[in-house]
């Protein structure tokens, strides 16, 4: 357990899941988390757990040892500018905000802070995130802080910030793609005789294992398709048949088409 404070600036579902993971994780007392939101009723569950809540960003980041925006694009900005008359040089600051580079989140903040950036995804609610981070920091006490809160909420690494619009891509926006798949699995399931509720529990808990697979063994996803590909055998006419109709381009090209919208602000 850490003896810090954390305040969440943004209580909505990313910042209100965070804080949820937290106190999950046992990483730090509910009681050391202040959550903010204008509209203080949204967060009465928060507040059942013992979590401080507030509409006042400035008192909620005065004394935060750190502060994590969970905003929109187009207001962290302005918060920062409101908030950056207390912040301090031992104090963290990590935006959740895609496309908000660390030099423009610097030249608002200033250099009085440690800036950091993390990319997770909505899996951070169960604690099964893939968050991304980039920093310009150097000490390596506070860049494996910071590593260590996100590894509670699932999986973190730290990559360079030119890659920080690929990881909202990827593991961000990701989530969406692989739940679109399931959807698809499930009305494919639906058409060949099974019920709604059974055809997603099929499908989620195959996903579940084919991740489980690569995660466990590292091994390449083809390696895994080889074991069940036998030659004139069902899955590989249904991969082939999926393939001639565009399945791995049209995924590609939505990838790049999102990582398209991020570079084009």
Request: charged residues 20%.
């Amino acid at each position: 357990m850490i003896e810090q404070k954390i305040t969440i600036i943004g209580g909505g579902n990313l910042g209100s899941a965070i804080a949820f993971g937290l106190i999950k994780s046992k990483l730090i007392e509910p009681s050391a988390i202040t959550v903010t939101r204008r509209r203080l009723n949204m967060l009465e569950k928060l507040q059942a757990e013992g979590v401080c809540t507030s509409n006042d960003n400035v008192e909620a980041s005065r004394n935060a040892d750190i502060i994590i925006l969970a905003i929109k694009p187009y207001q962290v900005l302005a918060i920062i500018e409101e908030i950056r008359p207390v912040l301090k040089s031992n104090q963290i600051l990590i935006s959740l905000v895609a496309g908000i580079g660390l030099e423009k989140i610097e030249g608002t903040a200033g250099t009085n802070v440690q800036i950091f950036r993390a990319m997770p995804n909505t899996a951070i609610a169960i604690q099964e995130s893939m968050t991304l981070i980039s920093t310009n920091v150097k000490s390596e006490d506070l860049r494996n802080r910071v590593l260590h809160i996100f590894k509670q909420l699932g999986e973190a690494v730290i990559i360079t910030e030119d890659l920080m619009a690929s990881a909202t891509v990827l593991a961000s926006c990701g989530i969406a793609f692989a739940l679109r798949y399931i959807r698809a699995a499930m009305q494919g399931g639906i058409e060949i005789g099974f019920g709604a509720e059974m055809a997603q529990f099929i499908t989620a808990q195959t996903v579940k294992g084919a991740t489980g697979l690569i995660l466990e063994s590292g091994r390449h996803p083809e390696q895994e398709i080889d074991k069940v590909t036998t030659p004139r055998g069902i899955t590989i006419t249904g991969l082939n048949e999926m393939e001639h109709k565009g399945f791995s381009s049209s995924l590609i090209q939505g990838l790049i088409a999102s990582f398209n919208k991020i570079e084009k602000g």
